[in-house]
């Protein structure tokens, strides 16, 4: 089976990632689509880095969207609130809004998300930064709302073998003694770990398939030898 990299991270088309670099974000919500059909969907943690996003989340999803889709460009789209529906997020932010009714819309953030996420927000928002909280209309409160939980993001592509946890592919458990590891196809040649076509989610289960398939193949290839 062609070999592939696998739980890898994305490159993205916005450069905003970069003024987020290093940012890791806890309990939110990740969504892959191809064009408008969603093929991915998970909860948990994920990070911005200078080229696009990493972190559990964007793994497991390199992982899982395979076929054309690796080489197409994806939309994403980050909810930063997944607790909370659109109605109850905006109760949450005009309450944030009350209390700081004469602020810039800039400085009015803090409560709602991680720092270098504000001015990121912001721009998406399409809100002047500098226009006071309690001029912001309805509207634009809405999509605010909408903006924090869909934060939008363009993957063009996974990153290389050099920043990929393992690889997809390689030979094929058919060809292979499940109890020994010895190959079907050619008799004393043993197979173990990342050459075999096996991999999995993160989790340590990569690790686990490499000690139990190592410890077969040793063990094994000792006794053929005697
Ligand atoms: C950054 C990172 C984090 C990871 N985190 C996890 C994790 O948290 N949980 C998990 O389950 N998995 C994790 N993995 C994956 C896991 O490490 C691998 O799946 C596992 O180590 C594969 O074991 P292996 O023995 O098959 O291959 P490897 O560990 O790659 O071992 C192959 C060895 O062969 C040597 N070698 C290569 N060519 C030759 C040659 N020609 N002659 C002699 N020696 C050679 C290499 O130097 C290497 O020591 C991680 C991987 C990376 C890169």
């Known amino acids: 089976m062609e070999r592939q990299p696998s739980l890898v991270p994305f490159n993205t088309k916005e ?54 889709d690796e080489t197409a460009e994806l939309h994403m789209e980050i909810d930063l609130k997944p607790a909370l ?11 944030d809004f009350d209390e700081n009714k004469n602020r810039q819309f800039k400085n009015s953030l803090q409560k709602l998300m991680p720092a270098k996420m504000v001015p ?12 006071k909280v309690n001029e ?16 939008p993001l363009t993957l063009t592509g996974r990153r290389d073998y050099n920043e990929a946890i393992i690889t997809r592919g390689g030979v094929s458990v058919k060809d292979v003694n499940p109890s020994t590891m010895e190959s079907k196809k050619t008799e004393g040649l043993y197979f173990a770990g990342e050459v075999l076509d096996v991999d999995a989610l993160t989790g340590g289960f990569n690790l686990q398939i490499a000690w139990s398939t190592g410890y077969l193949a040793g063990a094994n290839s000792a006794q053929n030898k005697k």
Do not use: W
Not at 136 to 151: F, G, H, N, P, W
């Open 136 to 151: 912001i209309t309805k509207d634009e409160r809405s999509a605010l709302v909408r903006c924090i939980k869909e934060i």
């Open 85 to 95: 529906s659109e109605e109850q997020l905006d109760k949450r932010v005009l309450r």
């Open 120 to 131: 990121v927000i912001v721009e998406l928002s399409g809100i002047h930064p500098d226009k």
């Open 15 to 68: 450069s905003y990632v970069k003024e987020m670099q290093g940012l890791s974000l806890k309990n939110v919500n990740v969504s892959i689509f191809r064009k408008n059909k969603k093929i991915y969907e998970d909860f948990g943690e994920m990070l911005f880095t200078h080229f696009g996003v990493s972190g559990p989340l964007i793994l497991s999803a390199s992982s899982r969207i395979g076929g054309k």
